[in-house]
């Protein structure tokens, strides 16, 4: 069932739930679907509408500290579907260093190794119909494609591969419309979270909408699912009973705020730029996706003491090509709308007509990109960032309009992100002249003193790190099950929890963790039913209403 919170409320409907989840991006739709069918009263909050709205878009604005930060803003979406409507759909599993407490990356490591989330991988992979993907150098095989001959130790050969399913909602909605144990509100936004009399409990969440009704609902588990930035803000924000925010004791909420930094680091001159082209842009299969990439081999990332990285080759069109507003088109229907001045990219799809006949036959008989003569060839990395506590977001004294502290995005790099690319960079240059692929020409300001070289990166909307796990209070916001320290129901899924970040993209690992916490919750909450733990205490049922 899918429901308006306002007219919910106008209406006097009861608001109860064993469990709330706070969010209906990916990882709150895949968390609930876990429910469906059992006996427990699932109950979906999100802030948002069943479409992008500009005025609860306003609400994700934030101030910004440090490094310019775009993603804050434009990569968060408050709307059922949540990133899931806005990302490109790329997946791909963290690798196995990640997990690794490495001694020259201070703070690195997780709770547990990549082994334990494999069978949660193989659940997400479903979840983006992807069961069975893989994401190394056989999907060049797959392609009829030899794969790139590296003979050195520097990079290997990766992929991404792209869901089919970008907009997550529109994909799982008719599940969730039908489900009789879930209920998901639209417009409740969770301004508040209260623990129990002693402290030690989660009791209920305050949703607020923009016209300023609201609810106190009680539930047995709260989930925050609501994004990277936005599970920090409502821990921060709930200062009625601790002046800190809860889970906050020891001041890490917030902090180690992490993403991938990304930029051009080369310009590569071809050996052959249609068999680079062939080898490095888009493969396709049926309506899978594929992205060919390589990244640095785990041997010399312990060799020379840097974080992880991957990298892809930019080719550059004529902006009034035809290929390009083919793109442009594609990538806009893709999402639902027309491009910008669509009567222009037609006119230059019919002049290049040539040329995008050519792209047409190569996508849909030999599944592979369109060639075309780029006008230049760019290496664009991107890389892990390490853990830094002054990297961070917090709260401001300003508020929006749910009367809840705007946030300050404070995003930190420091020498180690740096040395990381300059390595990887002459790893790609050493490979590409060892395999005769062309020459790679590192950009100067690689090189160059100073900090220069951090207004040269760009954040890409991935938000991590800020409510991280962690095997103790002392180093994290969560422990390995993704509870709140010293909060007992109180737990947070997504990135927000990840203690490194690896390069890949995180929404694969943040819906897997999801399915690892979906199986920890229902064992959990059906001990609770049998007496074994304490229940949340409940003197009204499970909700109290008031507007």
């Known amino acids: 069932m899918i429901a308006d919170f306002r007219a919910v409320l106008a209406e006097g409907f009861p608001l109860e ?16 679907e876990e429910f469906e069918g059992d006996s427990l009263n699932v109950l979906v909050v999100e802030g948002g509408g069943v479409e992008i709205d500009e005025e609860l878009q306003s609400l994700n604005k934030a101030v910004v500290a440090g490094l ?13 579907g949540g990133t899931g409507r806005l990302w490109a759909g790329q997946c791909l599993r963290l690798d196995a260093i990640d997990f690794e407490s490495r001694e020259w990356i201070p703070r690195s490591g997780w709770p547990f190794d990549g082994k334990t989330l494999a069978p949660f991988y193989n659940r997400a992979e479903t979840f983006f119909k992807l069961s069975g993907a893989v994401y190394d150098e056989r999907n060049y095989g797959l392609a009829g494609l030899e794969p790139p001959h590296w003979l050195g130790d520097g990079v290997r050969s990766q992929f991404t591969v792209l869901t089919p399913e970008i907009n997550t909602w529109r994909y799982h ?11 998901l509100l639209t417009h409740a936004n969770v301004v508040d979270i209260r623990k129990n009399p002693a402290g ?29 930035i936005e599970n920090a803000r409502i ?5 009625g009973q601790e002046s800190e925010g809860i889970g906050n004791r020891h001041g890490l909420v917030g902090r180690f705020f992490q993403e991938h930094p990304n930029g051009i680091t080369a310009t590569v001159f071809p050996t052959d730029v249609v068999d680079l082209q062939a080898r490095f842009r888009l493969f396709y299969h049926g309506s899978i996706r594929k992205f060919p990439k390589f990244a640095l081999n785990p041997a010399l990332q312990r060799l020379h003491r840097v974080l992880n990285c991957n990298a892809h080759l930019v080719f550059e069109y004529p902006e009034d090509s035809g290929l390009n507003a083919l793109r442009r088109t594609v990538l806009a229907l893709r999402r639902r709308h027309l491009p910008e001045a669509p009567l222009q990219q037609l006119r230059m799809i019919l002049r290049g007509i040539d040329q995008v006949g050519g792209a047409a036959v190569r996508r849909f008989v030999e599944g ?19 853990p830094n506590p002054d990297s961070r977001i917090y709260l401001t004294h300003g508020l929006d309009r749910l009367g809840m502290p705007r946030l300050c995005v404070d995003w930190r790099l420091t020498d180690l992100e740096r040395e990381t690319l300059l390595i990887m960079t002459r790893a790609v240059r050493s490979e590409f002249a060892s395999a005769g692929l062309g020459d790679v020409r590192p950009e100067p300001w690689l090189e ?30 969560v422990d390995a099950d993704c509870e709140v320290f010293g909060v007992h129901g109180l737990f947070v899924a997504g990135s927000s929890v990840f203690p490194t970040s690896g ?15 979906a199986d920890r919750l229902k064992g959990r909450l059906s001990r609770m039913d049998a007496g074994e733990v304490e229940a949340v205490p409940s003197s009204d049922g499970f909700a109290t209403v008031s507007s």
């Open 503 to 517: 390069f890949a993209n995180p929404t694969l690992t943040a819906v897997a963790l999801a399915f690892r916490l």
């Open 235 to 239: 821990l921060l924000s709930s200062r």
């Open 173 to 183: 909605s008719r599940r969730l419309r039908h489900a009789r144990s879930i209920r």
């Open 368 to 386: 592979k990109s369109p060639l075309a003569t780029p006008t230049a060839v760019r290496l664009q990395c991107y890389l892990e960032q390490a």
């Open 200 to 228: 030690n409990k989660v009791d209920s969440v305050y949703l607020r909408s923009l016209d300023g009704a609201g609810a106190c609902i009680r539930a047995k588990a709260v989930v925050l699912a609501a994004g990277g």
């Open 448 to 477: 160059e003193g100073g900090d220069g070289w951090k207004t040269k990166l760009k954040d890409c909307s991935h938000h991590m790190g800020a409510t991280r796990m962690a095997g103790s209070p002392k180093d994290g916001v």
């Open 68 to 80: 310019p930060h775009t993603g804050h803003f434009d990569g968060r979406a408050r709307a059922i």
């Open 17 to 32: 739930a064993d469990i709330v989840i706070v969010g209906a991006g990916p990882v709150g739709i895949a968390l609930a």
